[in-house]
């Protein structure tokens, strides 16, 4: 009997010491980054895919929000941005165009190292232009990826209008109506939401994710000297992910917005 309960504190003993190790093997991390790009254009005006992809690079994103990309547009030299930006950073990448401009296309993107599974374009309600102001389509566009414990995560990228208030509280109602419903997967949701932390559209997001800025809300732009927040990741407390840290990347010229960084632990 001695010797039998000798065994059992062993195996005991080395089962205790095993447990750090078998929950930093069952930890895992998930980086999310959001970025609107100005169609590939630096604060030098020189367009230059591959600095933008460099940026992405250096922060080991696993999921890219893009907004403002050109597909065929003359402005950009009718380069493919969408898909240059995935082969050059090694991910996979879906383009959610919200319409033609220039002679091509212009909306936003995805890019993820995790398997995608689906893909849904969503446009989203806007006015249209008048004499006294011009506005554009907006949309989003939502993957569904399979995370590395299984499970199935909705990844959304979206852009709200630039200049009309109603838009983008519309906006927010319609992201709300398509994504958050009870029949939808957990999601994270990342855009330039052109919308301040007090304004209106971010108060009816946040009714139903949680925005990755709690300890203060860093400015976004313009990109040189940032004044406002703008760009934003919100992610949601069925989606299992814990926030480890987020904070605004310090890069002033490859876009006119500063790229925003999330990491979860899952």
Known sequence: MHHRL???????????????????????????L??????????????????????????KPDLV????IDVGVGRSARIHEARELGKLTGMAVRFGPTQHYDGGLYGNGVL???????VHIQPLPYSNSNAKRTT?????????VRLENGKRLQFISTHFQHNVEEDRVAEAKAIVKHFAGADQLPSILAGDMNATPESEPIAILTEHWRHTSDSGFEPTAPSGKPSSRIDYIFYQQTTGLK?????VIDEPIASDHRPVLAVFEY
């Not at 000798?6 to 998930?30: M, N, Q, W, Y």
């Not at 554009?136 to 569904?144: F, L, Q």
């Not at 926030?243 to 904070?247: G, N, V």
């Open 6 to 32: 000798i065994g059992c504190f062993k195996v005991l003993a080395f089962l205790v010491a095993l447990s750090p190790i078998l929950h930093a093997e069952e930890s895992r991390t998930l980086r999310v």
């Open 34 to 59: 959001c970025y609107n790009i100005h169609y590939g254009q630096g604060t030098d005006g020189v367009y230059d895919i591959p600095r933008l992809a460099n940026v992405i690079q250096e922060t």
């Open 65 to 68: 929000a893009l907004q403002e």
């Open 112 to 118: 993820s190292r995790l398997p995608i599974e689906d």
């Open 136 to 144: 554009y389509p907006r949309g989003a566009i939502a993957v569904t």
């Open 243 to 247: 926030l480890k840290e987020s904070r």
